[in-house]
């Protein structure tokens, strides 16, 4: 078949998800175990984002940001967990093309989103702790929405024009990804084509739009840093640090894990690590999420316990009813 052939389909109809291997006597235990991850956090999110849209005293900029991060977790872990329980359930690795490059493009999407969520939620504090006497007039419903909503947009944007690249290449041999989900590396690696040109518009894209964020997150938390190290006191220090405290945690999982994975050089105890790490930053960290906001912050526990008490009267109302 001469190459004008080739550049109009895909031989392969289907690849093969090793996931974690040979590993047949754990299956049922890691299906349990991840279906429990799974269930946590839909029900984490989902009651953070039904806590701020409901509860008027949550009407921040912070906490919008907050519930649109747990949107994108939700989105994020089903791109991710159900074909992995699928897995380990039914023992059928096999995935077709077309959703193999579906779960790729989305996963890609929502992890570009939420780097640019996280620098929005960043510059939030920022400008609570460093500004706070411009906060209300900058960060404005307006700006929240355009924040918030511009994640979103870049995110979907950036990641149709990668995943359309992939797409365009020709896999006619090798179906297996080492891997328990659709990513971009070791998809290139199967691919019977060149992929220099695909592999450079991921590395320009990524830096562009990837590293961008990043940059921004640091850049705020520096300024937020030695904002907090300037207050004299040890208690308004302490104040200062909890409101950004779980933030940080969440990007320093987020981040920490994408570098270890995408960035350094792959020794070969890195290599056999790489599905661990990758575990972290697409299971862990939406599971994580709700978690940190929850447990360390009085507003959410505040609204929370409101919400129980309403529901808890309403329950004796319609006992009483009967």
């Not at 791109?79 to 493009?105: D, H, K, W």
């Not at 937020?224 to 969440?250: D, E, M, Q, V, W």
Request: aromatic share 12%; charged share 10%; with cysteine.
């Amino acid at each position: 078949m001469d190459n004008k052939e080739w550049n109009n389909q895909t031989v392969v109809k289907e690849f093969i998800l090793l996931a974690f291997g040979n590993i047949h006597e754990f299956q049922i235990l890691l299906f349990l175990v991840f279906l429990a991850i799974y269930i946590v956090t839909m029900v984490g999110n989902l009651l953070i984002v039904v806590l701020v849209t409901t509860d008027h005293h949550l009407h921040t900029p912070m906490y919008f940001l907050l519930a649109n991060l747990s949107c994108l977790e939700l989105c994020y872990s089903s791109t991710i967990l159900p074909r992995m329980l699928e897995v380990f359930l039914t023992g059928n690795q096999s995935i077709l093309a077309n959703l193999c490059f579906t779960q790729l493009y989305f996963f890609g999407a929502l992890a570009t989103a939420e780097c640019y969520l996280l620098a929005a939620m960043s510059y939030d504090r920022y400008l609570a702790i460093c500004k706070p006497l411009h906060y209300v007039t900058i960060m404005d419903a307006r700006s929240c929405l355009q924040l918030a909503s511009g994640s979103w947009i870049v995110g979907f944007l950036v990641n149709f024009v990668t995943t359309c690249s992939v797409t365009h290449l020709v896999f006619c041999g090798p179906n297996v990804i080492d891997h328990f989900f659709c990513d971009f590396a070791p998809l290139l690696q199967l691919s019977c084509s060149n992929t220099l040109k695909t592999q450079l518009l991921i590395f320009v894209l990524s830096v562009v739009f990837g590293l961008l964020p990043f940059l921004l997150t640091l850049t705020s938390y520096g300024y937020i840093i030695r904002n907090i190290l300037r207050i004299p006191y040890t208690i308004g220090r302490k104040k200062a640090f909890s409101t950004c405290s779980s933030h940080l945690i969440l990007v320093t999982l987020f981040y920490g894990t994408i570098v270890i994975v995408y960035v350094l050089p792959k020794n070969n105890t890195l290599r056999e690590l790489n599905k661990a790490f990758s575990v972290i930053y697409t299971v862990l960290t939406p599971l994580v999420n709700p978690f940190l906001y929850s447990l360390k912050n009085k507003d959410i526990k505040h609204a929370l316990s409101k919400a129980l008490t309403c529901q808890k009267d309403q329950t004796v109302k319609m006992g009483e009813g009967v």
